[in-house]
């Protein structure tokens, strides 16, 4: 491992209160929160109280798509195009509503290891949209081969909705060929980029995807509420979404009985934003975008390449990619009595979290030190070989 003292992305760590009290190894459920987010949510805090309804236009209002624009340049997008909604199964269903299915054109494809709430949203409003969802499977519940998305494309496919990177274990999907194929007969790709934006370098443009949505929650450190959704300037002034809002009306305040929508990202809006969730979702974004994109990725597959060879000298069950180029930025290693662990090592301040399946995941970001990652290996091992881990048998499991 290289010394610490001369990682330059380690001059953020002072930004990030808890990780002077915890080892923060959770990014890729929870980001930690920005020092400065307490300040932002003062603002709010007092905008409303100074403020009062003069708030909406003060700021409020244009919250949306301000917060938007910051997310934007982590993903190679413009300004104005990025759209804040609450959470991504939202954004997945203003994405299917928006769409019109036939017989000819009814097919929704999705993988086995996509996240179950965008499963869930999509299994429900299918068969009331008139559309059928098509599920590709896996072998070994932790990876999807991208030729069986390709092949599994036809002319009858109207959406492709699947994860840019599977959030078991950090496997990134080879979505070139798949965007290919489905605009190739006449489909549309949306991407899930929960597990991607902050941790691995994106250009939406550059991919040509048609949908991509995701959350400021995990590597963005940008806190619960605020996820983003980016959609492609064609497909955005040719698509209407029905699950919609006042805020999406291109004179809101006008009261008008039908809708007559907005332009840009603005049309994608829904009712009344989450404005506080906004307001915190503003300062992680922008400390990973000042920290770099590239330095992040570099850092990235150099700490989660030490974590796979450590997994493997202790002869545990490594669940992630061994290509570097196809790891996002968790590892994820069965155990001995996994949940116990898992809950033994939070007791000790090692903040992991735990998923049946793919075991205790391990998410490095750019704050953490090489020796932090060497000490929490350690204190498992600590458990393991003193049976720590039996006095948490009976815990219920970990849910962060």
Request: charged share 20%.
């Amino acid at each position: 491992m290289s010394d610490s003292t001369h990682d330059p992305l380690l001059q953020f760590r002072d930004r990030f209160p808890i990780l002077s009290k915890r080892t923060y190894l959770v990014s890729n459920s929870l980001g930690p929160m920005p020092a400065s987010t307490a300040d932002r949510l003062a603002e709010y805090a007092d905008s409303w109280n100074s403020l009062g309804v003069k708030a909406w236009a003060d700021r409020w209002w244009q919250l949306p798509i301000e917060v938007g624009d910051v997310v934007a340049p982590l993903m190679g997008a413009p300004a104005g195009t990025v759209s804040m909604v609450p959470t991504v199964s939202q954004a997945q269903a203003m994405i299917l509503s928006a769409l019109s299915y036939t017989p000819e054109r009814d097919e929704i494809i999705m993988t086995a290891l996509d996240f179950p709430s965008v499963r869930y949203v999509t299994d429900a409003l299918a068969p009331k949209l008139g559309a059928r969802v098509t599920v590709v499977p896996t072998d070994d519940n932790l990876s999807i081969d991208a030729q069986r998305v390709v092949d599994a494309i036809t002319p009858q496919t109207r959406l492709v909705a699947i994860s840019h990177v599977l959030f078991k274990s950090a496997w990134i999907m080879d979505v070139a060929p798949i965007i290919a194929k489905a605009h190739a007969v006449g489909a549309l790709v949306l991407l899930d980029a929960y597990h991607a934006v902050g941790v691995i370098p994106v250009d939406v443009q550059a991919l040509g995807v048609d949908f991509y949505m995701g959350g400021v929650l995990k590597w963005l450190c940008g806190g619960p509420g605020g996820c983003f959704l980016w959609v492609s300037p064609g497909q955005s002034a040719a698509l209407r979404p029905v699950l919609t809002g006042w805020q999406a009306h291109q004179r809101p305040f006008a009261f008008e009985s039908t809708l007559d929508p907005a332009s840009d990202a603005w049309r994608w809006l829904g009712g009344t934003p989450t404005v506080p969730a906004l307001y915190a979702a503003l300062d992680g974004p922008r400390i990973v975008g000042e920290a770099g994109l590239s330095a992040i990725r570099a850092k990235s597959q150099r700490q989660t390449s030490r974590l796979i060879t450590l997994a493997d000298e202790r002869g545990f069950t490594v669940h992630a990619p061994r290509d570097a180029d196809r790891r996002g930025g968790t590892v994820a290693f069965d155990v001995p009595h996994g949940p116990a662990v898992a809950q033994a090592l939070l007791s000790r301040d090692i903040v992991i979290d735990y998923r049946p399946g793919a075991g205790i995941r391990v998410a490095p970001h750019f704050f953490t030190t090489d020796e932090e990652l060497e000490a929490a290996v350690a204190a498992l091992d600590d458990i393991l070989a003193t049976g720590a881990w039996e006095a948490f048998a009976a815990s219920r499991p970990v849910v962060t």
